[in-house]
């Protein structure tokens, strides 16, 4: 295969790992926590749309059905845990979070088994051959939902009143609620978003890895290396670092002969450690700049 | 009827500690109020008691109305915009984004770009940094858009902590000279901290001076600014 192969490839698989890394941001910058359940809500809420494709309901309606109800399963999440820990120290909220991680992982696993389920893809199963490349429609398709997302949050964040609330809650609670702010309800528009968000990553990469309990395992590595390199706070930072990762993945995966399938996920994990020593503050974040 | 009322009203901060112990403070529509003390006489553990910033008792009722057990933003779209000690802005939006937040709860559009240009006049200096992060602005244009970003929501009471405080005189100047308009400009009614109470006692009716999380002393502003043992013994003389 050629290189442009691997560079379709890549962005395929990166447009996947930037869906959960954008909702990795949504929920950092909202509310300062790093959810590493994010994956794994999406898993149980793919589960849901899995059981709704094999009552006979279509792939598309059962997918966007699960990412709506992700929505509630957000909020709640943000409401009935998270903010009960608001202001503890960071080291806490990782612990609450993975435990979510794993707790869930339980409760898939106990509601429909362990063994691997087939997805059905959201795209027709065709291949398109562009010069030497082929491309399926699979890969197309995910690269332009994860467009539509971008741009679908770009014109949330920056054109609507809803948007500057969640900017300014995210920036400063206090005095978002001195300007009226509901914050709380903010606060957990966030997080559904985010969940809704996580909920289409999962859906869009079951078809190629099968539906497994802990499928998102390793999406959470390669998303959360692309929201750190992207500065943790940075949408476009993130959307960007996840794209070169699966570029880079697959690249070093087919030419770096040590590397192959096995040490593949090594890839974004040695390319954050390269960046961060550089670059604190990821490639897109800021510095803080704050005049007194 | 007055617009804010504050009756024995007590408060402590979530570590415990009490630090106000039966505070009494009066508002007129649209008259102005200014509260007066020492560091840590608990002028701005009053202004957070209003807005509902630490757990408070007693009786708070703004336009006749409890609100000892309203949230923080509830308060806030009663009509109180309180512009807190150090400014608030959210220093990551850009200016204009902090006048869009003053603004996010009302409906009447025409009537919130109109206010958008009143402020920009009432502060002709953030016209020319709109567009920049707040963040980056000197400690006075900070403090004209904090100012600037309390009025955009309309309020009927504006509460000011320590307007003045790390600026330069002549900024400072410039933001009383914008403060002392409002009154008429807006319609609303303020409630002043201040360090330099000349300055507040210049545009006040009624003064409140705290000590110790109580009121030592209260009356007109008048009466209070021409009271030399008063003058002597908490103001500074
Ligand atoms: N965040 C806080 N937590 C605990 N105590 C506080 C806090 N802020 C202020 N205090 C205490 O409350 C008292 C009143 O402070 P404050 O209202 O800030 O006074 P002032 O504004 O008049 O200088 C002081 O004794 C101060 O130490
Ligand atoms: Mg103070």
Redesign the pocket.
């Known amino acids: 295969m050629g290189a442009l192969q691997q560079v379709v490839d890549g962005l395929s698989a990166g447009s996947i790992y930037a869906a959960l890394a954008l909702a990795l941001v949504l929920v950092h910058r909202a509310t300062g926590v790093v959810n590493f359940a994010q994956g794994e809500m999406g898993v149980l809420m793919a589960y849901v749309a899995w059981s709704l494709t094999s009552a006979g309901v279509p792939v598309l309606v059962a997918v966007l059905a699960a990412m709506a109800l992700s929505f509630p399963l957000g909020v709640a999440t943000e409401r009935f845990l998270i903010r009960r820990f608001h202001g503890q120290d960071g080291l806490v909220i990782v612990v609450v979070t993975v435990g979510l991680l794993i707790l869930l992982n339980g409760i898939v696993g106990a509601i429909w088994g362990y063994v691997s389920k087939p997805f059905p893809s959201l795209f027709p199963n065709e291949v398109i051959r562009l010069g030497g490349v082929a491309v399926t429609v699979e890969q197309i398709g995910n690269l332009v939902v994860l467009l539509a997302v971008v741009a679908g949050l770009q014109i949330i964040f920056l054109r609507t009143r809803f948007g500057l609330s969640l900017r300014a809650v995210a920036d400063n609670r206090e005095s978002s609620a001195l300007s009226g702010l509901a914050v709380n309800r903010l606060l957990m528009a966030g997080w559904g978003m985010a969940a809704a968000l996580g909920t289409l990553a999962a859906c869009l990469i079951a078809p190629k890895i099968f539906l497994d309990p802990s499928m998102m395992n390793a999406v959470l590595v390669y998303s959360l290396a692309a929201a750190v390199l992207g500065g943790l706070d940075s949408p476009v930072g993130a959307v960007v670092a996840a794209l070169v990762i699966g570029v880079a993945e697959n690249i070093a995966g087919a030419y770096i002969d040590i590397i192959g399938t096995d040490l593949k996920i090594a890839v974004p994990l040695l390319l954050m450690v390269v960046v961060l020593l550089g670059r604190p503050q990821g490639i897109f974040g800021r510095r803080e700049v704050v005049r007194v | 009827m007055s617009l804010l009322e504050l009756r024995g009203v007590h408060a402590s901060?979530?570590?415990g500690?009490q630090?106000?112990h039966g505070v009494d403070l009066t508002v007129q529509e649209g008259g102005v109020t200014a509260l007066l003390?020492?560091?840590?006489?608990?002028?701005?553990?009053?202004?957070?008691a209003v807005s509902g910033m630490?757990r408070r008792g007693g009786s708070l009722r703004f336009d006749g109305r409890e609100i000892t057990s309203l949230r923080t933003d509830e308060i806030a779209r009663l009509g109180i915009a309180h512009v807190p000690?150090g400014r608030g802005t959210l220093t990551g939006l850009s200016a204009l984004d902090n006048l869009r937040v003053g603004s996010a709860r009302r409906r009447d559009r025409r009537e919130v770009e109109r206010d958008l240009e009143r402020c920009l006049n009432l502060f002709p200096r953030l016209r020319q940094r709109l567009g920049s992060t707040a963040g980056n602005l000197s400690g006075g244009e900070q403090q004209m858009l904090a100012i600037a970003r309390a009025l955009m929501s309309r309020p009927r009471l504006l509460l000011l902590?320590?307007p003045s405080l790390g600026l330069a005189p002549k900024i400072t100047v410039e933001v009383f000279e914008a403060i002392a308009g409002l009154r008429a400009e807006w319609s609303l009614a303020i409630v002043i901290?201040e360090q330099n109470a000349d300055l507040a006692l210049g545009m006040a009716q009624q003064a409140v001076v705290?000590e110790?999380?109580r009121v030592a002393i209260a009356g007109t502003a008048a009466a209070l600014a021409g009271n030399d043992d008063v003058r002597q013994a908490y103001l500074g003389g």
Not at chain 2, 37 to 48: E, F, Q, W
């Open positions: 901060y979530s570590d500690g630090v106000l003390g020492a560091n840590g006489a608990g002028k701005t553990s009053t202004l957070r630490l000690q902590d320590e901290v705290l110790s999380g």
